[in-house]
């Protein structure tokens, strides 16, 4: 990690974002020590619950076993599993056995929905959590998450725009609620014209972030043109001082 890009961004972001809440970021590797390592799980617990202790400032990391939910041990590349009756699970259940989370209409649809849905495969690796200014010079990050206000959200959608021709520099896929946090941005790293990812709109993960909260992910490189262009964006304008004031209210 380039420690004088993390001290320009800490500054700009004060600058421009009134001093809110900072991005974490993640990524596959060794534990150099300077992560908790996340101790194996008893029964069911969401990964955007465990991610509160890293937006405040404790980095985390985890490997297969310290994951508590099926859905965030695929999401996250640790495994391909798929639970017995997932179709039923996410759509209308099965009377008398099963509840149905009702998000997908049929368990058709659902079936469709997961043979097209990406698969990440990272069995045996670690993934390390940590908030912006606890990366030090070890740390290789390859996606950046932002826990956003609209405000916020406005900004960074606004500035991932910034050097492009086309509109949709943003997409916000169907998914859990850690699957548009990890799995969808880290398949844009590498890409010729890589997006950001708008997320957090899973009903069952929401409980986990605050009520005008939602997501922006996107890969490392991505994110570091965005540093480097917002000094001559819109954030230099009247137009984002009439936001930036009021973000600073909420701070």
């Not at 991005?23 to 390592?37: H, K, L, T």
């Not at 400032?57 to 939910?69: R, Y």
């Not at 639970?83 to 009377?95: A, K, M, R, T």
Request: charged letters at 25%; one cysteine or more; a positive charge.
């Amino acid at each position: 990690m380039d420690l004088q890009r993390k001290e320009k961004f800490l500054q700009l972001w004060k600058k421009y974002f009134g001093g809110t809440e900072l991005p974490i970021v993640f990524y596959y590797g060794e534990n150099d020590g300077s992560a908790i390592e996340v101790s194996k799980t008893k029964g069911h617990r969401c990964l955007i619950g465990d991610l509160a202790k890293v937006r405040k400032g404790e980095s985390l990391c985890f490997n297969t076993e310290s994951i508590g939910c099926f859905g965030g041990k695929r999401y996250l590349g640790f495994s391909t599993y798929i639970s017995e009756n997932f179709n039923y699970f996410l759509s209308c259940g099965i009377p008398g056995e099963l509840a149905g989370e009702r998000y997908i209409r049929t368990p058709e649809l659902v079936q469709k929905l997961m043979e097209n849905m990406p698969v990440l495969k990272k069995q045996g690796q670690k993934i390390l959590f940590k908030r912006w200014d606890k990366l030090c010079e070890l740390d290789n990050p390859e996606v950046v998450i932002f826990f956003a206000t609209p405000d916020v959200l406005s900004g960074l959608f606004t500035l991932a725009n910034f050097d492009q021709s086309e509109p949709n520099s943003t997409f916000s896929p169907f998914g859990a609620g850690c699957a548009t946090i990890v799995l969808y941005p880290y398949l844009e790293i590498g890409k010729e014209r890589p997006r950001a990812v708008i997320g957090m709109f899973d009903a069952s993960a929401r409980p986990y972030v605050q009520a005008n909260i939602l997501t922006f992910a996107l890969p490392f490189s991505k994110f570091q043109a965005m540093i480097d262009y917002m000094e001559e964006s819109f954030l230099i304008t009247p137009s984002w001082d009439k936001i930036k004031n009021r973000i600073a209210k909420t701070v």
